[in-house]
């Protein structure tokens, strides 16, 4: 097919019309089962009628304005978000890069606020942050920064989970401002952490006195079966970055500050034409009210755990099986082989899923997932995976 869109992403072969839920269904009527919620936006599902009927309404009224002026539905969504999260402050933007960009300015305001010239934020290998000049600096990933040299300065990478090579990293070096981690790393494998590892982190940055800054673009809004992956761990970080789900859809992205990183921002320092505006945030606030209202974000722990039973169930006896792991629903099935051509089979059998770092299935299915979704989920994935290791 010739197009004249910048062929940035290896489409797959179908083309949605219309949603409900956890179902799809293509332009020829097929129905497809989406365990990826368009990598973890849609955790309520697709046409949720809550953020349906928020956009309608809103958009009868206001689409934009703009930040010069005051802006009702952002301030709601504000309050609520700092409800749910106990952080301090907000600055919103469209998108998930641009929320880890206004973190990062956080940061070396931060640290010239400190008298430090040329302030540095630690990252990890394998950490996923964005496509921005920053974020993809941020990223710890050759392939997304490769072409687009010179780098963003001010980056030290280590090792994920690795307390000690944080530890190593601050005491050499007195110009470090920041951490900057992701809970779990999506992109990166769904790699998940030692449960105290965000302690530690926590810890640290309060000995050094340098910003925790936690990444939760794709592990917030319930994705880990709490409202905020950090929340599983009993502390608050100093700066919290959002996007993907927060809108189900609508883009929007929030950088949340606490404590001493809620002050740094002054008139002046950042902005966005469209960030915050009456739409994404009316969208935003229909999320998380049908959040706060219902038992989605307990169904996130549950439907996780029922899942990984039934795959570790099926898939046992399978040597090729290296690992499957999860926090809520946030699943990975690491397989001994590349598995990439699992998701055009998938697709075919009706069934949308990710592989993420050649070898690892990643499902982030909606939280509104049924059981016998669960059920049709488990019984083709597990299939799939038997014919690809037992040819
Ligand atoms: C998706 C993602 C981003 C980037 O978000 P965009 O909205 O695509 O800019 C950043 N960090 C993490 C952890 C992500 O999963």
């Not at 934009?64 to 409800?83: M, V």
């Not at 030290?156 to 920041?178: G, H």
């Not at 599983?232 to 959002?242: A, F, K, Q, R, Y």
């Not at 469209?274 to 009210?289: E, H, I, K, Q, R």
């Amino acid at each position: 097919m010739s197009s004249h869109i910048m062929p940035t992403y290896a489409r797959l072969a179908v083309t949605f019309e219309r949603g409900e839920g956890a179902w799809l269904w293509d332009e020829n009527q097929q129905r497809y089962l989406d365990a990826l919620s368009g990598i973890a936006v849609c955790n309520l599902g697709h046409a949720h009628p809550a953020v349906h009927e928020a956009i309608c309404q809103q958009s009868a009224k206001l689409l934009h304005t703009s930040n010069l002026y005051q802006i009702a539905s952002q301030e709601k969504l504000a309050d609520k978000l700092i409800q749910m999260s106990g952080m301090t402050n907000v600055f919103f933007s469209n998108s998930g890069a641009e929320a880890n960009e206004a973190a990062i300015k956080l940061a070396r305001k931060f640290g010239h606020s400190k008298g430090i010239e040329i302030p540095k934020i630690i990252v990890m290998d394998k950490s996923f942050h964005g496509r921005t000049l920053a974020t993809l600096s941020a990223t710890g990933n050759a392939k997304i920064q490769q072409g687009f040299e010179p780098l963003v300065e001010g980056f030290i990478r280590v090792p994920y989970n690795d307390i000690a090579a944080i530890k190593t990293v601050l005491a050499e070096n007195s110009s470090v401002v920041a951490i900057l981690v992701e809970p779990i790393q999506g992109e990166g494998g769904v790699n998940i952490p030692a449960s105290d590892y965000l302690n530690q982190i926590r810890a640290l940055c309060d000995e050094y006195d340098v910003l925790m800054m936690l990444d939760e673009i794709q592990t917030g809004i319930g994705r880990t079966g709490k409202f905020l992956a950090f929340q599983h761990n009993e502390i608050i970080p100093d700066v919290c970055t959002l996007a993907k789900a927060l809108g189900n859809g609508v883009p929007i992205g929030a950088c949340l500050a606490h404590g001493k990183a809620a002050d740094l921002f002054v008139a002046g320092n950042h902005g966005s034409t469209f960030g915050g505006n009456p739409l994404a945030c009316s969208a935003a606030f229909a999320v998380l009210n049908t959040l706060k209202n219902s038992d989605l974000i307990a169904q996130a722990t549950e439907k996780g755990n029922t899942i990984c039973d039934a795959f570790q169930e099926k898939l046992n006896s399978n040597a090729h099986v290296l690992n499957i792991r999860h926090l809520g629903l946030m699943i990975g099935i690491e397989l001994d082989t590349p598995c990439t051509e699992l998701v055009g089979k998938a697709l075919s059998a009706g069934l949308l899923i990710n592989v993420t770092q050649d070898k690892v299935i990643r499902l982030l299915p909606p939280l509104v997932i049924d059981t016998n979704q669960i059920t049709q989920l488990v019984d083709t994935l597990s299939t799939l995976i038997q014919e690809h290791t037992n040819p």
